[in-house]
Nanobody, 115 residues
Framework: QVQLAESGGGSVQAGGSLRLSCAASGNIDMIAAIGWYCHTPEKQRELVAV???????NYADSVKGRFTISRDNAKNTVYLQMNSLKPEDTAVYYCNAVVVTKEYWGQGTQVTVSS
């Protein structure tokens, strides 16, 4: 079992920045990949950024150059630094962890970007 707790969402104007945090607990040594997804009523949950246990990262094309995923192993926390935010980034952001064949999700945190 893995538990994920997100924080850091909020409201910001276009061009602003936010940093999301995802604190992981439980069987964290088994996590193969951990990342962020976004969800809006109009779209399915989409991958934003992911970091693989060996270190490689992957980003959605829409956020490349603006968002950065990183992790602090000492704190068992993954971060999503979101810069140059756009109104279309408005969504609920979920932390996701993959452990073998299982996926775990956090409760989500709302990000709202106004123009």
């Amino acid at each position: 079992q893995v538990q994920l707790a997100e924080s850091g969402g909020g409201s910001v104007q276009a061009g602003g920045s936010l940093r999301l945090s995802c604190a992981a607990s439980g069987n964290i040594d088994m996590i193969a990949a951990i990342g962020w997804y976004c969800h809006t009523p109009e779209k399915q949950r989409e991958l934003v950024a992911v970091i693989i246990s060996g270190g490689p990262t992957n980003y959605a094309d829409s956020v490349k150059g603006r968002f950065t995923i990183s992790r602090d192993n000492a704190k068992n926390t993954v971060y999503l630094q979101m810069n140059s935010l756009k109104p279309e980034d408005t969504a609920v952001y979920y932390c996701n962890a993959v452990v073998v064949t299982k996926e775990y999700w956090g409760q989500g945190t709302q990000v709202t970007v106004s123009s």
